[in-house]
DNA sequence: ATAAACAGGACATAATTAGTCTTTTAGAGG
DNA sequence: CCTCTAAAAGACTAATTATGTCCTGTTTAT
């Protein structure tokens, strides 16, 4: 229960080996994948999603590849793994919409709001700057 | 990301209804499936489980069915969980094997030992006595 | 122009989830 | 002993999700 797919997984170790690169250093996608052992092409997806949200910035044609979207202190895990993973939902009835009928009486319920709650403030609060630390 | 299974669900909503039941009536499992609304042979299969390792005794035959293994407030959500989906374990590297080579020297692993280890904390201090608690 | 590199979409396969169905075993009652 | 009841067990199926691959297009530097 409550797995991290690969693709979570390979999102964090993509975005913090580009966290670990001198600050605006370019890097091509095949050398990330490389680096941390992804497919590439499994990778290309993750780094559109990440592009698309700002997390990285992309850049085409010769002498491009991707730079981290903001300092490495100001990206958390949190937003890595929903950016990738979708929200942190632990049950049905956190996603805020009516999703199971018993919500109001059912004693579980604020218990799955409590796991949500914990695990995002667990990763809110790493940023990728201590992941990417002493990678030498 | 993080989500419980149907499976999950039903289990506790199940273990829920038996142990907001007088101490040692005997339920029939049909019952149980009417009242929290999940398909019975579904149900069968999680209660098989939850006889296996003691959460619940059964009875076959007539007048048999199925009767809360321990006081409501022995039993902890966390065992309900384990029981139908296995050990928590938010990333492959917390399963105590030697799944991630890079275990030793990566940033990420302690956050997700903290992560298993705040679920599971908040999952073992619910018990199904406060989970059955005015159901009237 | 052309080659380098990412973007996007369609596709393929495997694993997992969410069940159902059938047969077997155990117990209660006549 | 016979039969009815109810759970146990295992085989099976369908749908969904995970884990990729492949192909084509677009952008950009030289
Ligand atoms: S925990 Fe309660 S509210 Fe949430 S899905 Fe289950 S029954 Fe519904
Ligand atoms: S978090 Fe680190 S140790 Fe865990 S699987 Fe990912 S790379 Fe391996």
Known sequence: MMELTRKGEYAIRGIVYLAAQPAEQVCLLSDIATAVDVPQTFLAKIFQQFSKIGLVRS????????????APERITLLEVVEAVEGPIVPNRCVTGEGEC????????????????????????KVTLKELAGNQD
């Open 101 to 124: 009928s018993r919500t109001s009486t059912c004693n579980a319920h604020p218990v799955w709001v409590n796991v949500q709650e914990q695990v995002r403030d667990i990763l809110a």
């Open 59 to 70: 850049y085409r044609g010769t002498g491009g590849g991707f730079v981290l979207g903001r």
